[in-house]
């Protein structure tokens, strides 16, 4: 069996007049994530860490942000499309560890919504995913509550007989 590793890491300013969507879940919240898609950076560094994994690039070269065709686009799109292509290079997802920093609005009653989001589209079980949050004790970008930034460390391991 063949394991790989892989980090990603992603930071949203936050503003007024957006919806803010995290792991593919919409929070209510007086401002949401400023960005080119839905600009869910949790789903973005979950697909950057998949990506690394298996040293693909990153999600900014997948899907620019300069193409008018990603403009709005649903983050979870993206992870269908990228974790396809992960199973077709012969690795299955073994778990996902990942930190969202954010000051507000309070993330815990939206996990188990955003893990079983994330499961779906990942097409794994919920128990593989874990997603915590924590906040910037008023430090920071985060802690100013300027915006959020999403942490994810995900492994990989080869199918039987198919990946490298
Ligand atoms: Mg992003």
Do not use: W
């Amino acid at each position: 069996m063949s394991l790989r590793i892989g980090q990603g890491i992603d930071r949203h300013r936050l503003v007024e007049g957006r919806p803010l969507i995290l792991g593919g879940v919409r929070i209510a919240s007086q401002r949401g994530l400023l960005g080119h898609s839905d600009a869910d950076a949790l789903t973005h560094a979950i697909c950057d860490a998949l990506l690394g994994a298996l040293a693909l690039g990153d999600l900014g070269q997948r899907f620019p942000d300069t193409d008018e065709a990603h403009r709005g686009r649903d983050s979870q799109e993206f992870l269908a499309e990228i974790v396809q292509e992960v199973r077709e290079r012969g690795f299955e997802p073994v778990n996902l560890d990942c930190t969202v920093m954010a000051e507000a609005p309070r993330l815990a009653p939206h996990l188990a919504a955003m893990r079983a989001r994330l499961a779906q589209t990942l097409a794994v079980s919920a128990d593989r995913i874990s997603i915590k949050a924590t906040r910037g004790e008023g430090l920071g970008p985060e802690g100013r509550g300027e915006g959020m930034t999403a942490y994810a460390v995900v492994l990989v391991e080869s199918v039987e007989g198919k990946g490298q």
